[in-house]
């Protein structure tokens, strides 16, 4: 199974899309599994639910991260590469989907009682949602490659 089908995977099993993106990739840059599930898990839902930037986006930016951040604050190099590959990465996403932001992506406010619901009973996390995994795995791969 290829890295993109695994990501897609995960979120279909029950883990938010930040998880499924940090912990498939993130073990290719010394991550432990369990670590990048932890660190992934409030970033579902647009921030926690909140529909802000879609968990997998904020995946993708904390993979780039692990790959080309810098380690010490002089390393200017390294932040401008990983803000670079930032920037190129939502580029490619908003071209596909014309947003990187939750409630954008969805049609409604998964933050509110009436847009979770809305979300939950047209089944938005289970049809909507894994396009956009794949879709930001697919851009993550060109990216780390």
């Not at 604050?73 to 947003?99: C, I, M, N």
């Not at 809305?118 to 794949?134: D, G, H, I, Q, S």
Request: glycine residues 10%; positive net charge; charged residues 25%.
């Amino acid at each position: 199974m290829s890295k993109v089908e695994s990501v897609v995977a995960m979120y279909k099993q029950g883990f938010v899309c930040s998880q499924a993106m940090l912990s498939t990739y993130g073990t290719k840059f010394g991550l432990d599994r369990e670590i990048a599930l932890k660190v992934a898990a409030a970033f579902g839902g647009g921030m926690s639910r909140m529909g802000k930037t879609c968990g997998a986006v904020t995946g993708a930016f904390m993979l780039i991260g692990l790959k080309h951040g810098n380690i010490t604050p002089k390393d200017k190099q390294a932040r401008r590469k990983t803000y670079e590959l930032v920037r190129e990465f939502v580029s490619k996403f908003e071209s596909r989907h014309g947003s990187i932001k939750c409630q954008d992506l969805l049609g409604c406010d998964i933050s509110t009682p009436e847009g979770w619901n809305a979300a939950k009973n047209n089944k938005l996390f289970e049809t909507v949602c894994p396009k956009y995994v794949r879709h930001a795995a697919e851009i993550i791969e060109q990216i780390l490659a």
